[in-house]
């Protein structure tokens, strides 16, 4: 897993997540992601340290966010990767198949990111009962 994750949050979010962790950075967004939000980046030490020192309403709010974002991540990947595994369905195996077989590997990924995406939205449902 990379050092540095990206995540996005909206004007305000940004703002408190600058208070909150002072190791992030706000960058412009690039349109192919989604617009009117910006793109953050924070180490695991500084995400690490919110985490253990979470303790108003916002900072669960801005945890929540973190969540959801992650969770919007890997659901983007697994719906990347289910093309893929409908491609190689549709190629016929013959006896010369080499395993493992591309449509395994791609169903693995596929309930990876799923599993994933899923405990994101379990974290993300744990903070935002926390911040009311």
């Not at 990767?81 to 990924?109: C, H, I, M, Q, Y």
Request: hydrophobic letters at 40%.
């Amino acid at each position: 897993m990379n050092a540095t994750k990206s995540k996005l949050i909206s004007g305000t979010l940004a703002v408190a997540a600058m208070l909150v962790m002072p190791g992030l950075a706000v960058l412009p967004l690039n349109a192919a992601v989604r617009p009117a939000s910006a793109i953050t980046s924070c180490d695991d030490g500084s995400l690490n340290k919110l985490i253990r020192n979470a303790h108003t309403p916002e900072e669960y709010q801005l945890l929540a966010f973190h969540f959801r974002c992650e969770e919007a991540l890997y659901r983007d990947k697994a719906a990347a990767v289910v093309v893929e595994w409908n491609r190689n369905n549709a190629v016929a195996g013959g006896p010369g198949r080499k395993f493992p077989v591309r449509t395994d590997s791609a169903r693995d990924l596929y309930d990876y990111y799923s599993h994933k995406a899923d405990g994101m939205a379990m974290q993300a449902a744990s903070y935002e009962q926390r911040a009311r």
